[in-house]
């Protein structure tokens, strides 16, 4: 038995990556629980794993006494020397048990806390490998798309994830066997195991994907401060440099627009206006409505914080954009509510 039960764990370590000490100590809680359960007894088992041995052992710990009144946890002096000679009254003697005596019931319960015990052990070692990627991004392999929600099942490492299909690049056309990249936006933990959180069109995505094309950006010379996306359509992204030296913009549009465009093809074709980053708000917010020129920036209040923005006539609709989209980006960016006003102050139509 004991063979076999060593044989099992190196196989389980070698094919599910779970460390032997992990599942051993959740094991052996789960069987001590199994076997007090069919004794009746509560508190006095102990279960131990001698791992240079391969020997596992049960013991029902029982006190010395002269006289018994509880033989589930006490035995007589008498009956204790059989066990060891030198033994004295009050000691706390570990009374070995054989694999027969556990009785057929903890045999089958130890069987089910020991398949219990390796999905929790699973499940908390999916948690800590998944914990570390969280804000990062990772490479899955497309399994499956489920024809229900039309999301993408994903095999990251030797775990299958989802991918919600409210989590892709709208357009973007996904299937079996492609390799994509996808951003963990966060790992919980729940009841039912942890649950990982994968994103397409997070900003977080765009963030990192500059980071692996952008040298300066990884180490540190070039700063992304702000990211506003909607995925599919544009991003706008303000990075700042804190070398004066350092050309930020043009650190993450690389020579003949070769980094930029590589992140633009990962994504499917979104667009993407990078700006740089003021900690003067009026010069921030004018940069951030780019592609548009802008006259005057008013700040009205910084609780909520709010803004005025005087555009010159023609430049009116491309300060907005299409449905609004280049304007709100823009609050999101700057954290401004923008109130874009044309210089003649008035709208037309």
Known sequence: ?????????????????????VLLEKIVKAMEVAVEKDLGIEGNVNVTVDHEKKNFSVAVMKTVVEDVYDPDTEISLEDAKKIRARVKVGTVLPIPLKTKDFGYIAIGAAKNVIRQGIKE????????????????????IVQRISEKSGAAILQIGSNEFVLPKEEMIPGEEIKPGDHIKVYVVDVISTDRGPKIMLSRTHPGFVSRMFELEVPEIYDGTV???????????????????????????????????????????QIGGEKIDIVKWS???????????????????????????????????????????????????????????????????????
Not at 1 to 21: P, S
Not at 249 to 256: F, N
């Open 1 to 21: 038995m004991n063979k076999e039960f060593f044989e099992a764990l190196d196989i389980i370590e070698k094919e599910r990556g779970i460390k032997k000490e």
């Open 223 to 265: 700063e992304i401060k702000a990211i506003s996306r909607e995925a599919g359509a544009r991003t706008k992204m303000a990075v700042w440099s804190k070398d004066e030296n350092v050309d930020a913009i043009g650190a993450c549009i690389g020579t003949k627009r070769s980094r930029v465009e590589n992140v633009i093809a």
């Open 121 to 140: 052990a699973e499940k908390a070692q999916l948690f800590a490998d998944m914990q570390g990627k969280a804000k990062e991004l990772v490479t899955g």
């Open 279 to 349: 900690e003067d708000p009026a010069e921030f917010i004018s940069a951030a409505l780019s592609p548009s020129a802008v006259v005057s920036v008013e700040i009205l209040s910084q609780q909520p914080k709010s803004c005025r923005v005087t555009v010159p006539d023609e430049q009116l609709s491309l300060a907005i954009g299409n449905k609004g989209q280049n304007a709100r980006l823009a609050a999101r960016l700057t954290g401004y509510n923008i109130d874009i006003h044309p210089e003649s102050g008035y709208f037309g139509e």
